[in-house]
Every structure is written in structure tokens, then in C-alpha cells.
């Protein structure tokens, strides 16, 4: 029932951009809070940025200045905007959608940046 569609992913060059985009269905959207995370092999998930309810944002050190989340509660969608993209941005990005107790998953999408 509940389904977080990400799509954006892909491979650039060190430098480049990309803009992640996440579609959630079955849930009501504007009470959750939305995350992105990322994994790469080998490391655990981390936290690469999320935005509450009420539209607070909070990011990794890492991506503070390059990356930007926001989200759009008429469309039930949360953005990624990735600047400045580096090799180590490499990994797998996942979408997250919590309320309360409640927590939920996106597949995640493949991003490669490399020359």
C-alpha cells in the first residue's frame, strides 16, 4: 500500500549534478518527515539530509552546501538537488518517509560520480 518511487539516479562526472526525486503514495504525506540516506559498499547507511513536517532541514557535514532536499506536499514529493558532486557521493540513495513510529523505504537509486 504504501510505496516511495525514487528516480534521478545515475552517472556523472566529478562536478556535475543530479536531482533525486522521490513519489510517495498510500501515505498522508504532508505529516511525515522525509529523509534521503545513502550506502556504499562496504559502509552502513548514513543520513545524507532530511526535512521535516514543517519544512526544517538538516544534513550530513559532508554534503552541507552541495546538497539540497526540499519537498513539494501538492505533488507528495520530496527532491534531492546534488551540486558539486564528488567521487565519495558514490553509493546508493534511499528515500525515507517517518511518523511516529512508522517508517518506511524506498528500493533505492544507484548514483556514480566518477571520471
Known amino acids: 500500500q504504501v510505496q516511495l518511487v525514487e528516480s534521478g539516479g545515475g552517472s556523472v562526472q566529478p562536478g556535475g549534478s543530479l536531482r533525486l526525486s522521490c513519489a510517495a503514495s498510500?501515505?498522508?504525506?504532508?505529516?511525515?518527515?522525509m529523509g534521503w540516506y545513502r550506502q556504499a559498499p562496504g559502509n552502513q547507511r548514513e543520513m545524507v539530509a532530511t526535512?521535516?513536517?514543517?519544512?526544517?532541514?538538516n544534513y550530513a557535514d559532508s554534503v552541507k552546501g552541495r546538497f539540497t532536499i526540499s519537498r513539494d506536499n501538492a505533488r507528495n514529493t520530496v527532491y534531492l538537488q546534488m551540486n558539486s558532486l564528488k567521487p565519495d557521493d558514490t553509493a546508493v540513495y534511499y528515500c525515507?518517509?517517518?511518523?511516529?513510529?512508522?517508517?518506511?523505504w524506498g528500493q533505492g537509486t544507484q548514483v556514480t560520480v566518477s571520471s
Open positions: 526535512i521535516n513536517r514543517g519544512g526544517t532541514t
Open positions: 498510500g501515505i498522508m504525506f504532508r505529516l511525515y518527515d
Open positions: 525515507n518517509s517517518r511518523y511516529s513510529r512508522l517508517d518506511y
